[in-house]
Structures are given as structure tokens and as C-alpha cells.
């Protein structure tokens, strides 16, 4: 309703403002001040609808992807999207809920960098609630890992971390906490980082709570391992939405990112959920025992996985520590002539 209202009157209000302000000065104050709150809170829509795309206007193709907190689209609205379409049956009817999916939604637009997956808009209209961003070309560091067991060398491990730490050092210099920072939201394009999902956890966490998958816990497959002890011991069986994340959770989750990375696996793997979260919670961290790597290089992992979060660097020093680590000269091979391939495309 309100929303609509806003729209309306936006472009009234803007002429009666703009074009009469020595006709206004002779009403009364009262009316002045009325004038005065409507024009601000049309201003306040105007600038949001700047990022509403009707949902009419969105085309939706193949479901790429079905998440948490809903399902992924690619479509296309002038040129290639993936659009996160969320399940609202039962959020639609409630206010607070659309208001913090219009807060996560306005905190996007704050988010300008190479290394962050590009917002482009949202539909706001409950039942219709979606977020538009660019269509992530290449695979996401879990394929990589996980599915096609690519290895990663030290040096290319380096270079992909100080690529995250360099958009997550964006985040929090904005004030925004990803809060799902996974090998599952980092895409690996021609070499480039891109970070997606970043604060969109409320969202998904309402969803979900509806939506409950995973186990007793509800505790989804893979997200243990990405939680910092703190918030470990403050998970209560579907009851996620309040768990005290903040930007030392999500250098935890890099941590684990960073030991995928080396190790190719997740920590703790094999273990049950159970197992997991006595240990964590206690302080006790993964072995580092099939890690194969410089004193340097573990030291990160451990500084990231400290059990005090106090104690765990930020993403700029993070990002100046991997900087310094000696890089191993890559050995010229005569039967890999990359450089001149390279060159003769050029
Ligand atoms: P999750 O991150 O837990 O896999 P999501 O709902 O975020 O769940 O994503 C579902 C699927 O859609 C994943 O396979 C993901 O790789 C894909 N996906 C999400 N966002 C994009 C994007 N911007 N571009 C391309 N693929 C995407
Ligand atoms: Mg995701």
C-alpha cells in the first residue's frame, strides 16, 4: 500500500514543491511541515524504485540453481541475469520480514567492486520478491574443489584469497557482513574472484525456517565448517536468525575457504554434524596433518580459525600477510609454451 502511495504521489508533489515554493510560504507552518515529511518519503522511494524492476519486465529461463532461500534463474533483463526468485508464501504477509529484505536489498546498492557479483535490482512487490544480479560466467570455487578436483597450486591459492580479502575488505569498510561466506558463493572467472550472496543471509534464513532442510538441526549440508566457534555454541535447533555474526565470523569462514583451497576437502570431513560442533565449540581446530604447506600458509589458517575472535587478523592485514608470502617461481616448462601461445594470439 504505502509503497504505492509514494509512487503516485512522487511526481505531484515534486511539481507543487518545485514550481509554487513562494505560493507555499504563505501557508501555515503545519502545512509546510506536511509538505515537508510527504516530499522526503517520496524522495526516500523515488531513490528506491531507482533499483525496483517490474517483475513483468524479467524474463526467466532455466533454473540453475535451487538454494536455501529459493531458486536461481538465468534470465535476462537487457542482457544476461541470474535472478534469485525467493519463496514468500508466508513472508509476503508479514511486514517486518519485507522490511528486512528491503534493508539487505538497499545495502546492495551500496557495493561497487571487481570482486563482488554486480546488483543490478529487485523486485519488491510481495508475492514477487526477487534479486537481479549479473550472470556469473565460469564455476564456483566448490566445482572447482569439490566436484572436478582441481588442484590449486600455493601461488594460484594465494592469488584467489587476496582477491576475496579484497572484496570481503570492501564489505566491511562499507559496514556489510557476508555472514555466507562459502567455496559455493565465490565464482572463479578467467581467473577473477567474484563474491556472491553477501548479506543476503536474513533473507534466506527467514525462508528457510519455513523451509526447513538439512538435518535435526537444521543445519543445511556444508555450513558447519564455514561457523566460527561463537557461533557454533549459539545455534539453537531452526532458530539461525539471530546468531551473533560479525566481521571476525566472517574471517573464520575464509579460513575455511583458504583450507579448501590447500587441502582440496573440507575440514572435518567425514565427520557428523554432532562431532563437529563439540569440537569447534571446545577450541579443538581440524587437523592440519594432509596439509601440505609452508609454515606461513598454515599460520593464516590458524590465525583466521582463532578460537578468540579477537584474535583473528582483518581482511587488510590478511591481505598484506598473503602479499608478503614468498611465491614459489613458476618452473618454465618447454612442453607447456603458455607465453607464447599467448603472445601469438595477440
Ligand atoms: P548456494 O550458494 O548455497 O549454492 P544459491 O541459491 O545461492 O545456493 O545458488 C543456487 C545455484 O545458483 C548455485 O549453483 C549457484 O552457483 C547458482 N548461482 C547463484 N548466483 C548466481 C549468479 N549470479 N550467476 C550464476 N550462477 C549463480
Ligand atoms: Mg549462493
Same mark, same amino acid.
Given at each position: 500500500?504505502?509503497?504505492?502511495?509514494?509512487? /503516485?504521489?512522487?511526481?505531484?508533489?515534486?511539481?507543487?514543491?518545485?514550481?509554487? /515554493?513562494? $505560493?507555499?510560504?504563505?501557508?501555515?507552518?503545519?502545512?509546510?511541515?506536511?509538505?515537508?515529511?510527504?516530499?522526503?518519503?517520496? $524522495?526516500?522511494?523515488?531513490?528506491?524504485?531507482?533499483?525496483?524492476?517490474?517483475?513483468?519486465?524479467?524474463?526467466?529461463?532455466?533454473?540453475?540453481?535451487?538454494?536455501?532461500?529459493?531458486?536461481?534463474?538465468?534470465?535476462? $533483463?537487457?542482457?544476461?541475469?541470474?535472478?534469485?526468485?525467493?519463496? /514468500?508464501?508466508?513472508?509476503?504477509?508479514?511486514?517486518?520480514?519485507?522490511?528486512?529484505?528491503?534493508?539487505?536489498?538497499?545495502?546492495?546498492?551500496?557495493?561497487?567492486?571487481?570482486?563482488?557479483?554486480?546488483?543490478?535490482?529487485?523486485?519488491?512487490?510481495?508475492?514477487?520478491?526477487?534479486? /537481479?544480479?549479473?550472470?556469473?560466467?565460469?564455476?564456483?570455487?566448490?566445482?572447482?574443489?569439490?566436484?572436478?578436483?582441481?588442484?590449486?597450486?600455493?601461488?594460484?591459492?594465494?592469488?584467489?584469497?587476496?582477491?576475496?580479502?579484497?572484496?570481503?575488505?570492501?564489505?566491511?569498510?562499507?559496514?556489510?557482513?557476508?555472514?555466507?561466506?562459502?567455496?559455493?558463493?565465490?565464482?572463479?572467472?578467467?581467473?577473477?574472484?567474484?563474491?556472491?550472496?553477501?548479506?543476503?543471509?536474513?533473507?534466506?534464513?527467514?525462508?528457510?525456517?519455513?523451509?526447513?532442510?538439512?538435518?535435526?538441526?537444521?543445519?543445511?549440508?556444508?555450513?558447519?565448517?564455514?561457523?566460527?566457534?561463537?557461533?557454533?555454541?549459539?545455534?539453537?535447533?531452526?532458530?539461525?536468525?539471530?546468531?551473533?555474526?560479525?566481521?571476525?565470523?566472517?574471517?573464520?569462514?575464509?579460513?575455511?575457504?583458504?583450507?579448501?583451497?590447500?587441502?582440496?576437502?573440507?575440514?572435518?570431513?567425514?565427520?557428523?554434524?554432532?562431532?563437529?560442533?563439540?569440537?569447534?565449540?571446545?577450541?579443538?581446530?581440524?587437523?592440519?596433518?594432509?596439509?601440505?604447506?609452508?609454515?606461513?600458509?598454515?599460520?593464516?589458517?590458524?590465525?583466521?580459525?582463532?578460537?578468540?575472535?579477537?584474535?583473528?587478523?582483518?581482511?587488510?592485514?590478511?591481505?598484506?600477510?598473503?602479499?608478503?608470502?614468498?611465491?614459489?617461481?613458476?618452473?618454465?616448462?618447454?612442453?607447456?609454451?603458455?607465453?607464447?601461445?599467448?603472445?601469438?594470439?595477440?
Amino acid at each position: 500500500g504505502g509503497w504505492n502511495v509514494g509512487r /503516485v504521489y512522487g511526481w505531484n508533489v515534486g511539481r507543487v514543491y518545485g514550481w509554487n /515554493v513562494g $505560493w507555499l510560504k504563505c501557508w501555515k507552518s503545519v502545512w509546510l511541515e506536511c509538505w515537508k515529511s510527504l516530499w522526503l518519503e517520496c $524522495w526516500k522511494s523515488l531513490s528506491m524504485k531507482e533499483w525496483d524492476i517490474p517483475y513483468d519486465e524479467l524474463k526467466l529461463f532455466e533454473v540453475i540453481g535451487a538454494g536455501r532461500f529459493g531458486t536461481v534463474y538465468r534470465g535476462s $533483463w537487457h542482457g544476461a541475469v541470474a535472478v534469485k526468485l525467493l519463496h /514468500v508464501h508466508s513472508l509476503s504477509d508479514h511486514c517486518a520480514q519485507l522490511d528486512t529484505f528491503k534493508h539487505e536489498v538497499a545495502t546492495f546498492r551500496k557495493t561497487r567492486h571487481e570482486n563482488l557479483v554486480l546488483f543490478m535490482g529487485a523486485c519488491m512487490k510481495p508475492p514477487r520478491l526477487a534479486i /537481479v544480479t549479473s550472470l556469473c560466467k565460469g564455476m564456483t570455487l566448490y566445482t572447482h574443489i569439490h566436484l572436478r578436483k582441481d588442484k590449486f597450486t600455493a601461488n594460484k591459492s594465494v592469488i584467489v584469497a587476496q582477491q576475496i580479502s579484497q572484496g570481503m575488505g570492501y564489505l566491511h569498510a562499507r559496514g556489510i557482513l557476508h555472514k555466507d561466506l562459502k567455496t559455493k558463493n565465490i565464482f572463479l572467472e578467467n581467473g577473477k574472484v567474484v563474491i556472491t550472496d553477501f548479506g543476503l543471509f536474513s533473507v534466506t534464513k527467514l525462508c528457510f525456517s519455513n523451509n526447513a532442510r538439512g538435518d535435526s538441526l537444521g543445519i543445511p549440508p556444508g555450513w558447519l565448517c564455514y561457523l566460527a566457534p561463537e557461533l557454533v555454541r549459539a545455534l539453537r535447533p531452526h532458530a539461525s536468525l539471530h546468531l551473533p555474526f560479525s566481521k571476525c565470523t566472517d574471517v573464520y569462514a575464509f579460513g575455511t575457504v583458504w583450507y579448501e583451497l590447500l587441502c582440496g576437502e573440507y575440514p572435518f570431513k567425514g565427520q557428523p554434524p554432532e562431532a563437529i560442533i563439540w569440537q569447534v565449540g571446545k577450541g579443538v581446530k581440524p587437523s592440519l596433518a594432509n596439509m601440505q604447506a609452508s609454515r606461513d600458509i598454515k599460520d593464516i589458517l590458524m590465525l583466521c580459525w582463532s578460537y578468540r575472535s579477537s584474535e583473528r587478523p582483518d581482511f587488510p592485514h590478511l591481505l598484506s600477510t598473503l602479499e608478503k608470502l614468498p611465491r614459489k617461481r613458476l618452473a618454465r616448462s618447454p612442453s607447456h609454451p603458455v607465453h607464447l601461445s599467448r603472445s601469438a594470439d595477440s
